[in-house]
């Protein structure tokens, strides 16, 4: 048999196994596409030469204040690279460091301490413009702004609504109920009050709502809805490969920017099937997209587009910070099968149990195997099989499919998302 080595990220590591690659039918990567040689240089070309929009420079006027919206740790950007240059670039025309500042969009994930907003965005940053979190369930920072259309009471933080102008950044890609990450996704939910957040997650239960999908999409929609009522002034979002380099930055208009850049990344990231596989081995790319199992989910939906029903996934996330929400870990002890979290999350829908429900929908077609650095207790409270090694997760695995199963590899879990190729 041709047994080769595989070597799949995990945490700030690898994992090694051998299996036949015989077996193996893809091996899914996102598309091949030359990194940006000079990044500083393509983000100055991107903010000056705006889709869609006057340039940065052109939009602030000295005086006024500018808060810009940041990625958490859960979220790579390399903030540290284009957040100097924007704060250089409205220096430039007279707006000193002290008008401006940061809040981190962390919705409603926990707060960053002071080392990981420096590490995020650089230390020259860091002592440059004060910097600050959003708390979504303290109520006192919040503003209300308006309701929409579908009744969703929008709360924004309020320096966010006391500063003259609102930049936008972060990273683009998929979200599996959102159609995609970046664009509004920074002010809602990302500085938006819990309650505001709940409500507009609560419609990713409704038809419309799903990967790669923003027209009809609820909630996209009612996201942008909110965030119109405190619209953003520019935008700056990247699309980034698998080691963290620069593919394309986007700037400008937050809505149309954003959707340049979403028809980028499924140029990028969506990669084509023939067939699904009996058994798919997913990693989620290693650190931060495997810190915890809240963050884990997304590249489950990826893999769950792979396998076919009645097969099997393992999944390599090293979830060094653990469950990530203790509301899902709560609603998994208290509601314990897919079919009482679905029942429970349509009558009393909180973040947090969303991604109970999220993650457990998934596991009525496929058995998922996790090997991370849970203990296997909790791992089974999740609802998933834990092995402690490659070689204990095949295992079981054959166990479940035979020994010559079909197998689809996912180095990049949380970035590919598998699409099944057209009928000839």
């Not at 002010?187 to 990967?211: D, S």
């Not at 067939?275 to 893999?303: E, F, H, R, W």
């Not at 479940?400 to 996912?410: C, F, T």
Request: aromatic fraction near 8%; charge should be negative; glycine fraction near 8%.
């Amino acid at each position: 048999m041709p047994i080769r080595e595989y070597v799949l990220p995990y945490g700030k590591g690898t994992v090694r196994f051998n299996l036949d690659s015989a077996l193996v039918a893809s091996e899914l990567s996102i598309q091949d596409y030359p990194p940006i040689e000079n990044p500083p240089v393509a983000i100055r070309e991107a903010i000056r030469n705006p889709i869609q929009s006057k340039p940065l420079k052109e939009i602030v006027r000295p005086g006024q204040k500018v808060v810009f919206l940041v990625n958490d740790s859960t979220r790579v950007a390399n903030s540290h690279v284009f957040m100097p240059i924007l704060l250089d670039e409205l220096n430039s025309v007279g707006i000193p460091d002290k008008d401006m500042f940061i809040i981190f969009a962390v919705g409603a994930h926990r707060e960053l301490n002071e080392p990981e907003m420096t590490a995020l965005v650089g230390p020259d940053v860091a002592r440059r413009v004060r910097m600050f979190n959003s708390n979504a369930k303290d109520p006192a920072q919040f503003q209300y702004m308006g309701t929409t259309s579908r009744g969703n009471d929008i709360y924004f933080h309020k320096r966010a609504v006391e500063a003259n102008h609102i930049v936008c950044t972060g990273s683009i890609v998929y979200h599996f109920f959102a159609g995609f990450g970046g664009g509004r996704k920074a002010l809602l939910p990302g500085v938006a009050a819990y309650e505001t957040i709940c409500r507009n997650h609560a419609l990713m239960l409704e038809p419309g709502a799903g990967m790669g999908k923003l027209s009809e999409n609820p909630v996209y929609e009612d996201q942008i809805e909110g965030t119109e009522m405190l619209r953003p002034s520019f935008l700056l979002n990247v699309v980034l490969n698998d080691k963290k380099d620069f593919l394309k930055v986007f700037a400008g208009d937050y809505i149309q920017a954003h959707r340049q850049g979403c028809e980028f990344v499924e140029q990028i990231y969506g990669t084509e099937i023939p067939q699904p596989a009996d058994l798919v081995i997913a990693s989620c790319g290693g650190y931060p997209k495997d810190i915890n199992v809240y963050q884990l989910q997304k590249t489950m939906d990826n893999a769950w587009l792979a396998v076919r029903e009645g097969g099997v996934v393992i999944i390599l996330g090293e979830c060094c910070e653990g469950v990530g929400s203790e509301e899902y870990l709560q609603w998994m002890k208290e509601y314990e099968t897919p079919e009482r979290i679905e029942e429970k999350i349509r009558s009393d829908f909180v973040v947090g149990g969303h991604k109970a429900y999220a993650v457990t929908r998934l596991m009525k077609k496929a058995q998922f195997i996790l090997i991370s650095g849970l203990e296997p207790a909790l791992a089974r409270t999740l609802l998933f099989t834990p092995a402690q090694n490659m070689d204990e997760a095949l295992a079981l695995a054959w166990d479940k499919v035979g020994p010559h199963p079909r197998v689809i590899l996912m180095p990049q879990g949380g970035l590919t998302v598998p699409k099944h190729s057209p009928s000839p």
